[in-house]
């Protein structure tokens, strides 16, 4: 069926590397959107992205979406204690009928 | 603005029961949508109801139910529980309903924590 995944399933990483995760689609997306969900809580939106090829930065992250609408990266640059979390991507799948499917989600710990 | 509000926070029932949880969405926001998420399987999408209507249906089986009144509050049901069931069940409100490049930015609660024992 239609999924979306991402990789890494988790990552550790010392405080002040880069991170970086991957959400790829088996089919086109009409648009992606990135949540992040901290330990114990639940997940908050951090940004959709609609345009192929689109590029979005947010301070520290940077997002972008693919030329062929299938595929998506979220960017961390110098981590930070506070970026702790689960990052997952979020696409919308089926034109004319569309469901919001999650990826399989980042766990990102960071090493002080 | 008072966020999303689920109740009950968190649950103990035992396999054949059933359960039925509740969802007020922020204030003014029509669609509702459920997610049920486990350590496995991730995030996996309900169904979503927008002006008390079930616009979608995830890929669960019909022990999975909901319903949506009309002041936008949510409730969904889970008949004859199983073990698998444990989960922390997800809801969250949009302002509009979810279709393709219209925002769609979803509003989470707190969740409801189940364990089917």
């Known amino acids: 069926g239609q999924q979306v995944m991402q990789i890494p399933q988790y990552q550790h990483v010392q405080e002040g590397e880069d991170f970086t995760t991957y959400c790829n689609s088996s089919?086109?997306?009409?648009?992606i959107q990135w949540y992040k969900q901290r330990p114990g809580g639940h997940p908050v939106f951090l940004i959709q992205?609609?345009?192929?090829?689109e590029v979005k930065k947010q301070k520290r992250l940077t997002f972008q979406f693919g030329e062929a609408k299938k595929n998506s990266s979220l960017h961390i640059t110098a981590t930070q204690t506070t970026d702790v979390g689960t990052y997952f991507c979020?696409?919308?799948?089926?034109?004319?009928?569309?469901?919001?499917?999650f990826g399989t989600g980042t766990r990102l710990t960071i090493i002080p | 603005k008072a966020g999303v509000t689920q109740t009950p926070r968190y649950l103990i029932k035992t396999r054949g029961q059933q359960v039925t949880l509740s969802c007020s969405p922020i204030?003014?926001?029509?669609?509702v949508s459920w997610y049920q998420q486990t350590p496995g399987q991730g995030l996996q999408f309900l169904f979503e109801?927008?002006?008390?209507?079930?616009?979608n249906k995830g890929n669960f089986p019909g022990r999975f139910s909901g319903r949506q009144f009309s002041n936008s509050r949510s409730e969904m049901n889970v008949s004859t529980l199983e073990l698998g069931d444990s989960a922390l069940y997800l809801c969250?409100?949009?302002?509009?309903?979810?279709?393709?490049?219209?925002?769609?930015?979803?509003?989470f609660g707190e969740g409801s924590r189940l364990t089917v024992l």
């Open positions: 969250a409100s949009s302002l509009i309903a979810l279709a393709g490049s219209i925002t769609g930015e979803l509003f």
């Open positions: 089919t086109t997306l009409s648009n």
């Open positions: 992205l609609v345009k192929s090829g």
């Open positions: 979020a696409g919308w799948i089926g034109f004319g009928n569309e469901k919001l499917t």
């Open positions: 204030s003014g926001h029509r669609s």
């Open positions: 109801y927008f002006s008390e209507t079930q616009r």
